[in-house]
């Protein structure tokens, strides 16, 4: 019941040889380019070679030049059982290293290091591509008697709802179906045999087939199926595997077929409710069910066919933390972040695409206070807004229009407009790009803009950003300065690898003088050192900030006092770091054990002015620290 490639399709001619050992194997016409007759013909003329070599040399073993070619061929073969269109490769390269295996679900993944090749190999064995053709049988006849006979109440866009109807079905019909075609499950696993082909039914039915897996994988941060699917691999890019560095850019085993193309394609249309076709050849949309951003391109713009990127959001959402374990920058630029997001100041986040714009964004959110109220703008729901309600925070999401948009969907500038008149908020923009821009830094100008505004933008540097809001976006320097910090999120190559490293390259305060050139805009407070591969401060740091020193004078406090500040919340976030490899303990990185470090920081430092009508520095971190492992540590 698990098919090779072409062994049950009259359509596919087969490229069949015998090994030494006389099993058999079969390959792929489209990957070998060659047939049944040609893969003789080859053999044939290796033999014939080796013979005539062995006139001359008399030491040619034919044997070993057919034992040679079964190892090429081995190494292409393709299989799937027969409720899948998706192909696998059974076995890794040849040149391939082992770095690391887990489970995702029921399914192995492996990840490799590929010798001599600049990407690594992603390999996944899923449980139903190694079944007995007994299970195999129950599965295919169970498929085809659910998609005839599928209950309209049930909708196939909640995966969740839909899924957990298949498990049951299978789980109620599967021991049904084994009495009927007289099919034994291993005494003492019925059970767990019956829930694990039920888990399997439901991922090729309600679900995504085997790219469900990916999805499910909390290692994977985009995926790419191009045209033609069924001529190239699946190729994934990794995100940071526990505290060691792996390949970014992965090669897969799997090779998705056209129908699968098909219903992928018809799925996302379903879900979204968006056009797609030659007229329409883009389609964007969110899969919630599994936190991800889909594009899909079609012909004429794609003319080999459709192709997807699919972006991952974070399942568990980034922190400062998180980025000063990965180095993405340092415990002292997280606590001025931190500091100045406390102090209310304007912040644009930017960088290039796949610089991490989004997950720094959405970890400064963490540095609010929970009484503050926060509204998200966003076309793609990235940020951790549902997140961060469970958690205690106020935070009103507003669903934009993306770039390919549909019927009742608002625009950037009409959500920005009505979030000016939902109260006293902190604005937070997933994306400033267009004429939401102009509205924005009137407000911002004006006063109506709320407390606080962050936004992500595609810049690669400061003056970067200076110049396309003010030259290309046509907004005046009166209204930029409205912005008060850019932090720029960079992708390094250090010593010209391949992988890029997400590092946090600049933290630059714009000064207010509107007479000053472009090159004197900026004050630098932090910029990055590739020596020592992270952000460094400035002499612009200290007591040159006018930023810093205007927040001083609101909190009333001395700028001594704001360094002393800004290193103690520095010192408690690289606690924080320090504490989870102690312990081992990944979840004090999580936004819960951040979220309960601030306040415990914030409730400390309102119990020493409430007592002593100043803060007390010397002291302010022991006693953070003990209510902190008393609470976070050691709590049962």
């Not at 001599?116 to 591509?129: A, L, M, R």
């Not at 007289?182 to 694990?196: A, C, H, N």
């Not at 033609?228 to 992965?250: E, T, W």
């Amino acid at each position: 019941m698990v098919e090779e490639i072409g062994r049950h399709s009259k359509s596919q001619t087969l490229a069949k040889y015998d090994p030494p050992d006389n099993s058999q194997w079969v390959f792929k016409k489209s990957m070998l380019e060659t047939t049944y007759h040609t893969s003789k013909e080859i053999v044939s003329k290796c033999q014939d070679i080796q013979n005539r070599m062995y006139r001359f040399s008399g030491q040619t073993n034919i044997k070993s030049v057919r034992g040679g070619i079964y190892r090429i061929f081995s190494r292409n073969r393709r299989i799937k059982p027969h409720f899948s269109s998706s192909w696998l490769i059974p076995k890794p390269p040849g040149n391939a290293k082992e770095l690391i295996s887990y489970k995702v679900g029921d399914a192995k993944v492996t990840i490799y290091r590929l010798e001599d090749e600049t990407e690594g190999y992603y390999h996944i064995s899923p449980p139903e591509y190694a079944l007995e053709d007994r299970f195999l049988r129950l599965l295919d006849v169970s498929r085809k008697n659910l998609m005839e006979d599928f209950p309209p109440n049930i909708q196939l866009s909640n995966i969740n709802q839909a899924k957990d109807y298949v498990r049951k079905f299978g789980e109620y019909h599967f021991y049904e179906l084994a009495n009927l075609y007289d099919i034994k499950f291993d005494k003492g696993r019925v059970t767990e045999q019956i829930k694990s082909l039920s888990s399997v039914l439901a991922r090729y039915t309600a679900g995504m087939g085997i790219i469900e897996i990916i999805l499910q994988d909390p290692n994977i941060n985009d995926i790419y199926i191009d045209a033609p699917a069924p001529d190239n691999l699946v190729y994934v890019m990794l995100g940071k595997i526990g505290r060691s560095q792996f390949p970014v850019k992965c090669r897969t085993n799997i090779i998705l077929s056209s129908n699968d193309v098909e219903s992928l394609l018809s799925r996302f249309r379903y879900d979204s409710g968006r056009p797609f076709s030659e007229a329409m050849p883009v389609l964007e949309c969110d899969l919630q069910a599994y936190d991800t951003r889909v594009t899909v391109v079609g012909r004429p713009l794609s003319p080999q066919g459709t192709a997807f990127a699919l972006r991952k959001h974070a399942m568990d959402p980034w922190t400062l933390t998180k980025l000063i374990d990965v180095g993405s920058l340092t415990p002292l630029a997280a606590g001025l972040l931190s500091f100045l997001i406390d102090g209310k100041a304007t912040i644009i986040v930017t960088g290039s695409r796949g610089a991490g714009k989004t997950s720094l964004l959405g970890a400064l959110l963490l540095e609010f206070p929970k009484s503050q109220r926060i509204l998200t703008i966003e076309d793609t729901l990235e940020l951790p807004g549902m997140k961060m309600q469970a958690m205690g925070y106020k935070v009103q999401s507003l669903f934009i229009q993306s770039t390919i948009g549909s019927m009742g969907e608002r625009s950037a500038v009409d959500a920005l407009k009505v979030s000016l008149r939902l109260g006293e908020s902190a604005i937070v923009m997933g994306e400033v790009r267009g004429e939401e821009a102009k509205t924005l830094y009137e407000a911002m100008r004006a006063g109506t803009a709320g407390s606080s505004v962050l936004g992500t933008f595609h810049a690669n540097s400061a003056k970067a950003v200076f110049e396309r809001i003010v030259y290309d976006m046509g907004i005046n320097r009166e209204s930029f300065t409205a912005t008060d910090v850019i932090v720029v999120a960079g992708l390094t190559r250090p010593s010209g690898i391949q992988d890029n490293i997400k590092r946090v390259t600049q933290i630059a305060e714009v000064r207010k003088d509107i007479s000053l050139d472009k090159d004197e805009m900026f004050t630098d407070l932090m910029t990055y050192n590739p020596e020592k591969d992270m952000v460094e401060p400035t002499k612009g740091f200290n007591f040159n900030s006018e930023l810093l020193q205007n927040i001083a004078s609101s909190w009333n406090m001395s700028m001594e006092e704001v360094m002393k500040n800004i290193n103690i919340r520095a010192k408690i976030k690289q606690t924080l770091v320090q504490k989870s490899h102690e312990l081992n303990e990944p979840r004090l990185l999580g936004i819960e054990a951040v979220s309960t470090a601030n306040n415990i920081f914030w409730n400390v430092i309102q119990r020493h002015y409430v007592s002593f009508k100043k803060i007390d520095y010397s002291t302010l971190y022991d006693e953070w620290l003990n209510i902190f492992e008393r609470r976070v540590l050691y709590a049962q």
